[in-house]
Every structure is written in C-alpha cells, then in structure tokens.
C-alpha cells in the first residue's frame, strides 16, 4: 500500500515511538490516559528504553509514546525498544502505513462456547455377554493390611487381584472394570501374551472364587491375621495409648500418617491465622507453622506468589523472636557475607547510609552552603551510597526552625582602624524579630522530645531562662540557654539570636542589642504553659560590667553586686563587716547623681563608678558570676605569687652560701648570681616596653590633631 508523505505524518502522530502500537487505545480513550509527548520525557526514555530521542526527525520518528510504556519508567527493570522507524519510501509499499492499516481491521468472529449440556457421547464399547457369573468382589484394602497375591489371582490387565474376576480363554482372570474400559474387541492378555475376544469371556471356576475370599491377609499395625473377606469388619486391637508408647525413631504406619495429616489440618482449620498450630506437650508447647511445599524458586515464581512467601517468612519472624522482629531480622542480615547485602542494596537501588533526618540541614548551617552547592553535595554523596533528606523537606525544615522570626540589617558601630583609631562603620547585624517566640519555639521542640527537667531545686511552675553573650573569633554573639535540660551549659543548648561582627564595647552593646532590651523584661512577665520564667544573666565579668553600666574591673568600686571599694577589700570581712548591696535601682540611683554632677568619668568613683543606664532590667540577685575567669585569675595570682616567693627563696640561700663558704659550690653561685641579673633584666625590660607603648599612643595622637 502506498500512501502520500502527509498521511504518513499522521500516523506517525498516532502510533508509539517505542512499541508502534495504537498510542491512545479504544478501551483507553479518556482525557486519563493522554499521549505524552516524547521530548518531555528524553532523559527517562533513555536510562528505561536505551533511546535516544534528541536526534528523531519529524517525518520518520513518532512524536508520542502510549500511556503503556509511560508506564515502564516507574519499575526497576530495563527496557529495550526494539522497532527500527524507516523513512517512507516514494514508490512501493510502506511498513508503517501497511501496520497501521492492520491495526485499523476489526477483529474476526467470536469463538463459539462449547455446549456442556450435551457432552459427546463416549465410544461404544464391545459387549460382555449376559449370561455369565462374576467372581466375588474384593473389598477395597486399606494400605495398613499386607498379603501376597499369587499369580493364578492376578488380573491379566492391572495385575492386581482380580475383582469380581472372568476367566478368559487362556484360562486367566481379568477384572470386571478393566474389561469394560476396553474399547476393542479383543485383548492381549499380559501373563501369556494371547489376544481373545472379549465376547468369549466366560465365569471363573468355583473353586478359585472360594480361595480368593478367603486369602489370608495382616494388618501391619497390630498384626492380627484374617481372611480377605473379613477386612471390611476388622478394627485394629493397637490404640492411642500403644501409638503413644512406640519408639519415636520407629518408622510410622500409613494409618499414623493419616491419622497426623487429619489432626493437623483439623488445627489449621480452626487456628485463627490458618497458618500456625500449637500442640501442648509436658513441657513448652510446640508451634507448627504451615509451610506449602515450593515448586518453583522465588526468582522464577510469579510475584503473587513471592510476596505470598515474604509474608509468611515474616510471619514466622514473628513467631521465633516473640515480637521483637527488627531485632531478628539485624541479627538474620548479620550472618549474610557483606559482598551479598551490598549486591542486594544495589539491585534494589536503595543507600546504604541514610542521613538523619535535620542533620544535613545542620552541615549545610555550618559550613555556610548555599542551596546550589547543598544539592551538589547530596548528588556527590549518593554516587557514595549515601542518602538524605529531598531538598523540599530541608526547606520545610528551615521555615519551621526560621519562622519568619530572622531580621537582617546594617547598623552603625565602632571598629579600630589600622592605626589603631575608632571609626564608625555599618556593619550586619542578624537577628531574631521577637525572642520571647524564639524561645517558646525551643521549649515546645524540647517538651515534644520529653528533654524538659526540673532539678536542683527548679521550682515545678517555672522555668529558668539564661540570657549572655560573647565575643569570639570576631564576632558578638547574643545567646541563650533554657536551664531545665540535663546539660544546661552544653553548645547544643546555646541559641545565638543576635550576631554582628564588631568589639563588644559599651557603645555597640547598646546599638546591637537594642531590639532585645524591651523584649527581656518582656519575658518577666510572660508565661508559657502556666509557667513562670525566671531570667538569669551570664557572661564574663568585662561584658556584665559593660551591660549594668559600670566602668569595669579597674574602677575603685569594681564589685558588680556590692558597694565594697578597693582598700575595703583588702580589709578582714569581721574588722568591716558586709558592705551595701547593689540594684538595679540603686544603679539608676547612682547614674542620675552621675549625670547630675556633669557626667564626668574622672568622678566616676564618686558614684560608685555607674556611668551608663543598665540594658536588661534582670535583677543583680540572678546575674551569675563567671566563675570560671575568677578561678583562673585567682590561680595566676597564687602562681605568680608562688614563683616570685621561690625566686626570693633561691637569692636567699645562694647569700648564705656565699657568706659562709666562699669555696663551696662555685658552680651554684655563679648560677645563682646570673639568675638573679637575668631577673633584674626582665623586668627592666617589661618597664621599658610598657613606657614604648605609651610613647607611641602618644605620638599617633600628635600625629592626628
């Protein structure tokens, strides 16, 4: 058949480029089951069919794929299309045009039913004749009775002992029922080899029919002895209790065997899953799990069938590790060879590592990762067998964590120059927009993870709430810490929600942490879940200071909780007894006679060295000391005062020997008297640097007016 060129486009457009079929079928005629276009689907065409359909051209490949083969990209095994599209030809016919015109015929004429009423009449049979008598029929034997049947009893057809037997013209006996399903007029008889006409069949002798029912037969059980027509009546004298008592590694009789098979089907039947029977013994019972016998492989039975079998095994897992299935299942996979789990993992294309769900999250928080490099980095850890969570969940994640809580800006705060001078720069600053969400945020995760403690004496209706911050590595970090964990100082429990990269000076303190100054004494007042939080302040003694306004550790009335000044200090606490205590009131109190008196710093000791307002209204009571920086101060100290005393000690004992042996230990003097020079060198030394420092200040000060 030939067609023009634009007929043959359009069948293009209506047949499938990998198996050429119809690609909308009638029964699939629904706006379900579109064609797809081809070219929106390259990339899974390729890794499923092994096409390659960037290069198709319009007048020999079709555009569409049937919904069929849409199909095959969402299972695991590989395809291969196998049709080769020709271009259509000018003369002659074409194979495409020619398979869609076959596709187009309607079908042939239905198959008629077969008629089960009227089946096909069997075929005739030869004759017996009717005036015969027929042996003596032999009961059906059950398999427990044993006998030997001689010769001259046999049927000449089965070779059984004859039942209601006649005697054929070689004078052998054949069965009834084995006669009639002869469909020939004559049989060959087994024992002699002659044929005979089944018409000349005549009755057995009178005596054989006399012997043969009374053939002497046993039963294997109880081995009692009996005529073969006294079987029907016989009932064995061995009863269950005799069963019981038998040997168990004594092969069992065909009557035992039934007697097993009827009672456990009889317990699959009435058990609740038709699977697993028990059986009581004297003992822990006996589970019996029904298992079909396998006539196929798991690799070449149907999936149905497959899927039967997991279940069952899994089933069984059940039985044996009593519930505890995830457990057994570890300790199955422990026993198979690493090569054959790793195999397995591949052609079930699944990771062997999974990522926890939040961590990924947390690596691309640390090392600063856009999402660009993040998706990268999940492309290069599954070629590892690596997997972690779809981008669309970390998203969801971080919007959870964010909130949209997070505020960016650029502020003015001061920062050293080269020159070692104080400019104003603007400078990012990252926050959180309200802390008391942030902070009702943490405790819910924590409560939902049941992280929430009450110890060391934390009242059961509150909750405490660490606020400090820090310079570190640069930055300024404003952080805090919910005290009702196991570890309350940890860095897992250190929430940053103010950052910026600038010297923790008065100044930028006050700038920087602005927004959050109204929020802490918010916080005072709020509750979460009828609980009550109690604020504490953290920090190292240089940052407090800053925070509640004081002039620092160098000022005459350094002590942030009382009004003790420096000579006091050195003064026995029972010659002066405890001096005032501080507040935030008493601070505001001090700050206004300050401002009062021309806010000058030189007079700072006048007012108890308060120069600036207190940021956070928390009260001194619960403001922590840094304990840590006064251990290791008041250690220095010690040691400091500990070499300087042991080099005194050494001077001493090198005059004494000097003094009383000039002669003694020369060595050791001299030793001694270099020691003592080198001493006296450092710290010349250490005045001199000291007096360099102030000298070049002092220059660069010059310099700049």
Not at 77 to 100: D, I, L, M
Not at 285 to 303: D, N, T
Not at 339 to 361: A, C, H, W, Y
Not at 370 to 376: P, Q, V
Request: overall charge positive.
């Amino acid at each position: 058949m030939s067609t023009n060129l634009e007929h043959h486009i359009t069948i293009l457009g209506r047949v499938c480029r990998l198996c050429s079929h119809r690609v909308q079928d009638r029964r699939l005629h629904s706006k379900q089951y579109k064609p797809k276009l081809c070219i929106n689907y390259a990339d899974k065409i390729l890794n499923t069919f092994g096409v390659d359909i960037q290069t198709d051209e319009a007048d020999i490949h079709p555009p569409h794929m049937c919904h069929t083969c849409y199909c095959k990209f969402f299972h695991p095994k590989k395809w291969t299309a196998t049709v080769n599209w020709a271009a259509h030809p000018r003369t002659g016919p074409c194979k495409v045009c020619n398979e869609w015109a076959n596709q187009c015929k309607g079908g042939g004429n239905m198959n008629k039913r077969r008629n089960y009423n009227n089946p096909a009449k069997p075929a005739k049979r030869p004759a017996l004749p009717s005036d015969i008598n027929l042996g003596p029929k032999i009961p059906h034997l059950d398999p427990r009775f044993e006998f030997e049947v001689l010769e001259e009893f046999r049927c000449g057809i089965c070779g059984a002992l004859a039942d209601e037997a006649l005697k054929s013209t070689c004078d052998h006996l054949f069965c009834l029922k084995c006669l009639q399903n002869v469909t020939e007029d004559s049989v060959q008889c087994k024992v002699c080899s002659k044929s005979f006409p089944i018409s000349d069949v005549r009755s057995p002798d009178t005596y054989l029919q006399n012997v043969a029912t009374i053939l002497p037969i046993k039963c294997s059980v109880c081995k009692t002895s009996m005529p073969i027509r006294d079987s029907v009546k016989h009932s064995c004298t061995q009863d269950a209790l005799s069963i019981l008592q038998r040997p168990l590694d004594e092969p069992l009789t065909p009557a035992m065997e039934a007697i097993g098979s009827h009672i456990l089907k009889s317990k699959l039947k009435q058990s609740d899953d038709g699977a697993t029977v028990s059986f009581k013994t004297g003992g822990q019972p006996i589970q019996v799990v029904h298992i079909p016998k396998a006539r196929k492989g798991s690799s070449e039975a149907v999936p149905a069938t497959v899927r039967k079998r997991s279940l069952l095994i899994k089933k069984t897992r059940a039985i044996l590790s009593k519930g505890c299935q995830n457990f057994q299942l570890a300790e199955e996979v422990k026993t198979i060879p690493k090569e054959d789990i790793q195999r397995t993992l591949q052609v079930l294309n699944m990771s062997q590592v999974v990522i926890p769900k939040g961590q990924f999250l947390t690596v691309k928080a640390e090392i600063c990762s856009s999402w660009k490099k993040a998706r990268e980095l999940k492309r290069w850890l599954k070629q590892y067998g690596i997997s972690t969570e779809c981008e669309g969940s970390l998203r969801a994640e971080q919007e959870n964590i964010v909130q949209d809580n997070i505020r960016a800006e650029w502020i003015p705060l001061l920062h050293k120059d080269e020159d070692d001078s104080t400019i104003i720069k603007t400078t990012p600053r990252v926050s959180v927009k309200s802390l008391q969400n942030k902070v009702f945020q943490q405790l819910n995760g924590l409560d939902s993870l049941d992280l929430l403690t009450w110890h060391n004496n934390i009242s059961e209706d509150e909750i405490w709430l660490k606020i400090g911050g820090d310079k570190g590595g640069g930055n300024f970090k404003q952080v805090f810490q919910i005290a009702n964990v196991n570890h309350p100082n940890s860095p897992q429990n250190t929430v940053v929600v103010t950052i910026f990269p600038a010297d923790d000076t008065k100044a930028n303190l006050k700038v920087g942490l602005e927004q959050h100054c109204q929020q802490v004494k918010d916080l005072s007042d709020v509750k979460w879940r009828t609980k009550t939080l109690r604020l504490f302040l953290f920090g190292d003694y240089e940052y407090l200071c800053r925070v509640h306004g004081l002039t620092g550790a160098s000022g005459k009335h350094c002590c942030l909780w009382c009004l003790i000044s420096k000579e006091e200090m050195k003064v026995p606490l029972e010659t002066r007894g405890p001096s005032p205590l501080r507040s935030i009131s008493s601070l505001r109190s001090s700050l206004e006679e300050f401002r009062k008196n021309g806010a000058k710093p030189s007079q700072a000791k006048k007012f108890f060295n308060v120069v600036d307002d207190p940021l956070f209204d928390i009260p001194l009571e619960q403001v922590c000391p840094p304990g840590l920086h006064l251990s290791l101060g008041l250690y220095l100290k010690h040691f400091n005062s500990f070499e300087s005393a042991c080099h005194l000690l050494d001077i001493k004992i090198s005059q004494t020997l000097e003094n009383s042996s000039q002669d003694l230990n020369a060595d050791f003097l001299k030793t001694a008297e270099k020691y003592a020079r080198a001493r006296q060198l450092d710290e010349e030394a250490d005045g001199l640097d000291e007096l360099f420092t102030y000298v070049e200040k002092g220059t660069k000060k010059q310099s700049r007016t």
